[in-house]
């Protein structure tokens, strides 16, 4: 009965045939009056073979037209494709013209969050939406965002007039985007006002092992002003070393052996390299979410805590970027100790020292922080069979600038795959759970956006979502990169095979990724850092996540004013063949987990992979001769948790093999339903309430993956035994106090036992029965 529903449900009306119904043979009555059928004219009746004649010849042309269109507009389940075939025809449906077109509408201005120009590409991304046949909405926020309003840098140095830089990125010739007024000053995202004057210290890349480096060579970093490279941690993170350090001031550059491959092989727009002025914007809030409404949703009645609040975590002391160009005079200006060999950059240095001094900065900066409204846009094709099962496909919209790369080849992926998944479901295609595309505001300030609405949803996403599928940076070059939950990586792997690689003669996407590798099997990252918007879900809501992305890790635009159009399409993605590559992935993974009859999740190589994990934490207590420290019962939970992935999996398999696809039988919908909630709420019991206890981490909840103390963008295995292991072994080297050591190993002991229980509950999740 549901079948027939569905068929009716998705055939288009045909055309009338006007020659059928009013041919000669519909005669009046001889008296020129048409007889009453209740009262109303009708039509003479005209024989009972010409009846059945008219009938006859009407439906052999209904038929004749009807066969190409029920080819398309039958549904799967109901007229027999597969799902490998709606599968190629959304591949072929992909359009490097169209992802060009988005792209260039997208990053027309300058749209940071909470704008104008931001809000006009929420309607932008509405309206396409809406096109493509989409029930769409806005879900907005009320959140603390800054804004610079003045900025200034002088050097100061004995003997030589005083030097005011520019903290200007230039015009390149060729590139009008670069040369826009409106271009956005350059600032660090919610760094404090301030004034300060100071001798300057040189920090290489403001890790906590460089500010121990510069105790070594006897430098006290303590009211000096810090200025530190990027590229290997957080720039938050190195906001918060240096204040910790003793600093009052920090001011970061690209240094062009990271950004510019040493100027070996020239600068944008000759090559795709950053040129000397160019200089990395970013948010240095080491939180997640809204600064004020820390674990709840920023709607516009909500509870607001202080700036001043430390669960606010919002930076103590004054920073701003600055380019390689600016940076070479203050580096100049230093004397001091030689730094260690690699902490030398690429800048036309004959030395890098650490000083301090006797080069004086005069830092000011002026912001205006205050709370405005961001928008999400969110869209939803509703699942035929579980429309309350919920895939999220999600992308931000906002930019620190033009944004190309960062993040409008997401965007553009996501229109396209909502274009293309809409025209599927014209033509009869229906995902069994419902797909949720979302475009979220304020990601550049810290995941704001999401973490609000995730938030907000938190007990609806913690009973029915199934995955969080992300594309942040789609496109900045060749080479394809991944990150995933552990139970999605041969998900992944599958879709790679069937995705030609838009570099390669020949070779699929899953060929080249493991030819770019050192083994027979692709290298899939981890997402336990809070780097882009999977943060929330997979870390504080328990949803299995994946990050997609093509190009190199270090993108050498990144935030700033060459980030755009003109840069993507002279070296990104000429022809758009990568946009289409990474879009035909992001589709094809929603497609998958959005219609498999049993989700595509491998608790097994979960085990296997949380296996390894402990084997390398039992190493490191041997290895450092913990007292009385044991890995046994992690290991021990995890044998049980393997033992329930391999049942579970069978299960999986048996169902598949015994109940069709296209079964809508209550007991075979049941008996899915009821493997499939096993494997959707496995990856919630590895939440903890308590969260991370880092510092400032306890909105982390995942006790398996999260931030790495003092770097949020990496991440961490077991992060909360990870930190308690690197707080005991600091307590042994500093301290010979036997009670301290006791204490730190046995909050060691303490974090091995949470982890334990967390594995312990999923192994009795998956398992599906009580104790």
């Known amino acids: 009965m549901k079948e027939a529903k569905d068929l009716l449900a998705h055939c288009r009306i045909l055309p009338t045939i006007p020659w059928l119904f009013f041919s000669k043979d519909r005669e009046l009555d001889p008296g020129g009056s048409p007889p009453l059928l209740n009262g109303r004219p009708t039509a003479k009746s005209p024989s009972k073979s010409r009846i059945c004649a008219k009938f006859l010849l009407l439906g052999a042309v209904v038929l004749v037209l009807s066969i190409p269109l029920l080819n398309i507009l039958i549904p799967a389940r109901a007229g027999g494709y597969t799902e490998q075939y709606w599968q190629q025809a959304f591949i072929g449906s992909l359009n490097n013209a169209s992802l060009r077109n988005h792209l260039f509408h997208l990053t027309k201005e300058p749209h940071m969050a909470g704008t104008p120009e931001d809000f006009a590409t929420a309607e932008y991304v509405f309206q396409r939406f809406q096109e493509y046949g989409l029930s769409a909405h806005y879900t907005d926020y009320d959140v603390l965002l800054s804004y610079p309003l003045h900025r200034s840098l002088i050097l100061s140095v004995p003997t030589k007039e005083p030097l005011t830089l520019s903290l200007e990125e230039k015009p390149v010739e060729g590139d009008p985007y670069s040369s826009n007024p409106k271009v956005t000053p350059t600032f660090h995202g919610y760094a404090p006002s301030g004034n300060v004057s100071a001798e300057v210290v040189y920090a290489n890349y403001g890790r906590v092992e ?149 080069g004086v900065l005069n830092l000011s900066f002026c912001a205006n922080q205050t709370v405005t409204q961001i928008r999400n846009v969110i ?179 990144y935030h700033s004013a060459y980030d755009n159009f003109h840069w993507m399409e002279t070296f990104g993605d000429p022809l758009f063949h990568r946009h289409v590559a990474v879009t035909s992935l992001f589709g094809l993974l929603a497609m998958r987990l959005s219609s498999d009859a049993v989700l595509p999740f491998d608790y097994v190589k979960y085990a296997t992979v949380l296996q390894s994990y402990a084997t390398g934490v039992q190493m490191e207590l041997s290895g450092c001769k913990a007292l009385g420290v044991s890995a046994n019962p992690l290991l021990s939970a995890i044998s049980r948790l393997e033992e329930a992935a391999v049942q579970i999996k069978q299960q999986a398999k048996d169902a598949e093999a015994q109940q069709p696809q296209g079964s809508f039988l209550p007991s075979a919908l049941l008996g899915r339903r009821f493997i499939n909630d096993r494997l959707l709420q496995a990856e919630r019991a590895f ?41 005991a072994r600091a307590e042994r080297n500093e301290h010979d106090d036997e009670d301290a050591k006791k204490q730190q190993w046995a909050a060691v002991q303490h974090e091995i036992w949470r982890v334990a229980r967390v594995v312990d509950r999923a192994a009795i999740v998956l398992h599906g029965s009580l104790t």
């Open 210 to 358: 460089d500010f121990q480096k510069l105790i070594e060579l006897g430098i006290n970093v303590k009211d000096a002003i810090v200025i530190a490279k990027y590229g290997s941690i957080y720039r938050g993170d190195i906001v918060e070393n240096a204040a910790q350090a003793g600093a009052v001031a920090v001011i970061i550059y690209s240094d062009p052996q990271d950004y510019a491959a040493n100027y070996t092989e020239g600068v944008y727009p000759d090559s795709k390299w950053l040129p000397p002025s160019g200089t990395q914007r970013g948010s240095i809030y080491r939180g997640v979410g809204d600064p004020l409404t820390p674990n709840w949703p920023s709607t516009p009645d909500a509870e607001r805590i202080s700036v001043s609040d430390p669960e606010a975590m919002l930076p103590t002391i004054p920073s701003l970027p600055i380019s390689a160009e600016d940076a070479l005079p203050i580096l100049a200006s230093l004397s001091g100790p030689v730094s260690p060999a690699d902490w030398h950059g690429a800048l036309d240095l004959p030395q890098y020292r650490v000083g301090r001094g006797p």
């Open 379 to 557: 869209a939803i094709i509703k699942g035929a069979e579980e429309p309350d099962r919920y895939i999220i496909l999600g992308n931000h919209r906002d930019a620190w600038v033009f944004g190309a790369v960062d993040p409008h080849s997401g965007t553009a992926s996501l229109l396209e795959v909502a274009q293309r998944l809409g025209e599927l479901v014209w033509k009869g295609w229906r995902p069994r759970r419902s797909i949720v595309l979302c475009s979220w505001d304020a990601e550049e300030y810290g995941l704001v956006g999401s973490t609000e609405w995730v938030e907000q949803n938190i007990d609806l996403l913690g009973l029915n979502a199934v995955a969080y599928l992300n594309l942040d940076t789609g496109v900045g070059g060749s080479g394809f990169s991944a990150g995933a939950s552990p139970q999605l990586d041969g998900l992944l792997q599958e879709v790679t095979k069937q995705v030609k690689d838009p570099d390669s003669v020949d070779g699929t996407v899953f060929e080249e990724w493991v030819a770019s590798g050192k083994g027979s099997a692709p290298l899939i990252n981890r997402l336990g850092g809070g780097d882009s918007d999977f943060a929330a879900f997979l870390q504080h809501a328990g949803v299995p996540a994946l990050d997609l992305h093509f190009g190199d890790d270090q993108n050498p635009m």
């Open 687 to 727: 939440l903890d309430d308590e969260g991370l206890t880092g510092i400032g981490q306890s909105w982390y909840k995942h006790l398996v993956y999260g931030p790495v103390s003092n770097n949020n963008y990496g991440t961490a295995p077991f992060p909360g035994i990870q930190n308690a292991l690197a707080l």
